[in-house]
C-alpha cells in the first residue's frame, strides 16, 4: 500500500537528499559553517540536537562533535551520524571541560564562521540559513545570534528577546558588562574572531561564553541578530546551572573581576565595578535562598551584606523587613521577604 508523506515530511526528505549531495561536494570543498558542539553524558538529548543540524536548510556546514570523556552511549550516537553523514565529525578527548573541548573543534574546524550548539539544545531548520543571510545584508556584522525558546523538552515557555524591546545589535559591550546576553547554543562567530581573542578560557568551568563575548567585545564587535526564536534551549534539572546555582554565579564573579583588572579601556571601569557590585550581590542572595527553609534567621546577614555592596533602597527595605519585631508584625514582614528571594533566585 503506498503511504502519502505530509508535505513536512516531504521537505525534511529534500533536505536530507540535499545534505547527502552536499557532503559529496564537502570533501572537495571547505564548508562555509563549522558546528562545534561539546558533550558529556548526552546520550539521552545528543541525537535530537544532531538531528536538528542535520535537518538545516542550510546544508554547506560540517558538525564536529568533541565527546568530552563520556562513560554513556554519547560517542555510539555520534557515530551513527556520522556513518550516515560525512559532514558529522566525532573527536574524542578526556574529560578536560566544555571550553577546551570547544577549543580542540574550533581548532579542527574548517569553516570561516563557527556556530556554537550545546549538546542538550535545538535549532529549528532555517537558524543557520537566516543567520548567513545577515552577513548579505550587514557585511561589518562579526558576530551572530537570535531570538530562542526556553524549553522544557516537551512545550516552548518564552522566549529571550520580547517584541516590544530593540534586539542587542551593534557594539553591544556596555550591555554585556552588565549581562551575558547571548546564549551560546545561538551565536555563529567568525572563526578569525575567536582566534584573535585567544578562544575560550580553559580555566572557567562555567560562564566561559560571557567571558568569551566580553573579550570579543573589547576586540570590536558588531552583532546582528533575527527577532524570531530559532534556537530551543533546554531547561532541566540536569543542566549545571541547576545542579549548582551558587557555583554559576561564583563564576560571574569571577569574569567581571577578570576583566575589571585586564582591560584596556579606562571608559569602562567604572561599569564594570558596578557589574562586580551587582554580581557579588547576586551571590549573596543565592547564598541567602538556600537557607530560607533550613535557617531563615541567617538571612539577614546576607541582604545585609547585599546592601552593603551594592547601595540600593530594596536591599535596605528588605533587610528592615527581615529584622522587624514581630510584635509589630515581623512574621509577616519575613515572610513577604523570604517570598521575594524563593522567587528570584
Known amino acids: 500500500m503506498l503511504v502519502r508523506k505530509s508535505a513536512p515530511q516531504r521537505a525534511l526528505d529534500e533536505i536530507r537528499r540535499l545534505g547527502n ?34 535537518c538545516q536548510t542550510f546544508q554547506n556546514f560540517e558538525a564536529i562533535v568533541v565527546d568530552d570523556g563520556s562513560t554513556d552511549g554519547t560517542a555510539a550516537i555520534v557515530r551513527h551520524f556520522c556513518e550516515m553523514d560525512a559532514r558529522f565529525i566525532l573527536f574524542s578527548q578526556p574529560n578536560n571541560g566544555k571550553p577546551i573541548a570547544r577549543n580542540n ?19 529549528l531548520p532555517q537558524k543557520l540559513e537566516r543567520q548567513l543571510d545577515l552577513i548579505q545584508k550587514d557585511p561589518r556584522a562579526n558576530f551572530l545570534f537570535t531570538n530562542f525558546y526556553f524549553w522544557d523538552g516537551q512545550r516552548d515557555l518564552s522566549s529571550m528577546y520580547p517584541d516590544d524591546k ?8 556596555r550591555r554585556l558588562i552588565f549581562s551575558s546576553i547571548y546564549l551560546l547554543s545561538t551565536v ?11 578562544l575560550f578560557d580553559p580555566k572557567l568551568f562555567m560562564s566561559q561564553d560571557w567571558d568569551l563575548w ?24 540536569g543542566s549545571t546551572t541547576f545542579i549548582n546555582p551558587l557555583q554559576s554565579v561564583q563564576f560571574n564573579v569571577m569574569v567581571i573581576g577578570k576583566h575589571l583588572r585586564e582591560t ?26 538556600a537557607l530560607v527553609e533550613t535557617d531563615p534567621d541567617a538571612v539577614p546577614s546576607f541582604v545585609w551584606r547585599a546592601w552593603r555592596l551594592e547601595p540600593r533602597l530594596k536591599w535596605l527595605r528588605w533587610y528592615l523587613c527581615l529584622v522587624w519585631p514581630r510584635f509589630f508584625g515581623g512574621n509577616t514582614t519575613r515572610r513577604y521577604v523570604h517570598r521575594k528571594i524563593l522567587s528570584r533566585w
Not at 571547505?30 to 561539546?38: A, D, E, R, Y
Not at 530593540?166 to 559591550?173: A, F, N, S, V
Not at 558596578?274 to 547576586?282: D, F, K, P, W
Open 264 to 289: 584596556r579601556r579606562h571608559d569602562l571601569l567604572p561599569m564594570y565595578r558596578r557589574s562586580l557590585a551587582a554580581v557579588r550581590t547576586n551571590c549573596e542572595m543565592v547564598r541567602a535562598r
Open 214 to 237: 566580553l573579550r570579543i567585545a573589547e576586540h570590536g564587535i558588531w552583532a546582528r541578530g533575527i527577532r524570531e526564536p530559532l534556537v530551543r534551549y533546554r531547561r532541566w534539572p
Open 166 to 173: 530593540p534586539l542587542p545589535e551593534g557594539d553591544t559591550i
Open 188 to 198: 555563529v562567530v567568525r572563526r578569525q574572531t575567536l582566534l584573535d581573542v585567544n
Open 21 to 54: 549531495f552536499c557532503f559529496i561536494v564537502s570533501k572537495f570543498a571547505s564548508p562555509q559553517v563549522s558546528v562545534v558542539i561539546s558533550a558529556f553524558n548526552a546520550e539521552s538529548v545528543i541525537g535530537e540536537t544532531l538531528e536538528s543540524v542535520r
Open 105 to 123: 573543534g574550533i581548532l579542527q574546524a574548517r569553516g570561516g564562521w563557527i556556530a556554537f550548539l550545546d549538546a542538550d539544545d535545538v535549532w
